[in-house]
């Protein structure tokens, strides 16, 4: 059994771990791909290379602040050896306050980033400052409607509870960061004028620890997919920032100029 997990970085060097990056890794391939524009950026995680697909002449990933405390062995960077653009690794930023001008960005990557923030309803307002007309943000999150979610939110209870026998306040999941749903933050984006391009949901198999059991459960992603499609263990979103146009309209009616009367020529017949 293992003791429970503290740290997001920890977390992800288990199986479990590693296995959702696997599905994650592929849904950005796919997703960012095609997207085109001269900047994006990746904002968390660098265990996973969000931007290794696309194609933007200007790509950026910055840490988030907490990362600061983190020896250099423990920052794991994205290789960007097989892309003809290199990643720009150069900024350690808060997510709230991003160093970039209004409308500057094409696409900005958000791989769990909102829910191990403070206030992860700011961080998408300034995602929206920072992106164009018509930018894409791509997010990634753990979905607390899983089997996945329901295990972590039975740790925590147990643990609030103080219940520590039976390995039933272990958590399964990273401790930090407060899960948000896929219901809350479509709300989220309808709020701030984004339109939900695509989502979808992912890794489906039971919240185990042994990689022989994720294994022999593989045929639960394909299961999942067709018959449970919302209780997968991530959920994807891409977004689209949408500006309506604003047009001055002027007054229904005109004043009407009072026009003279013509003169009328009269003749004499004599």
Known sequence: MYPPIISLTDWFRTAPGQYLLGWE????????????????????????STLAANRMPHRWLALPEELLGLAPADIVLPDAADTDVP????????????????????????????????????VLREVERVLVPEGRVVISGFN???LWGLKQSRARMAERLGMRFFGMSDLYL??????IGPGRLRDWL?????????HRFGCYRPAVHSEKWLQRNAWMDKAGARWWPIF???????????????????????PRRAGGTAPVTITNRR
């Not at 309808?190 to 695509?198: A, K, N």
């Open 25 to 48: 890794q592929a849904q950005f391939d796919r997703s960012v791909a095609n997207l085109f524009g001269y900047n994006a950026l990746q904002l968390g995680l660098p265990e996973l």
């Open 87 to 122: 990643l720009r690794v150069a900024l350690v930023t808060n997510a709230a306050a991003l160093p970039f001008p209004e409308a500057s960005l094409d696409l900005v990557v958000l791989p769990h980033t909102l829910e191990l923030s403070a206030d992860p309803h700011h």
């Open 144 to 146: 607390p409607n899983s």
């Open 174 to 179: 990273p401790e930090a960061g407060e899960f």
């Open 190 to 198: 309808r709020l701030l004028s984004f339109e939900v391009e695509s």
């Open 232 to 254: 997968g263990a991530v959920y994807f979103f891409v977004a689209v920032k949408r500006v309506r146009g604003v047009r001055l309209l002027g007054p229904a009616w005109r």
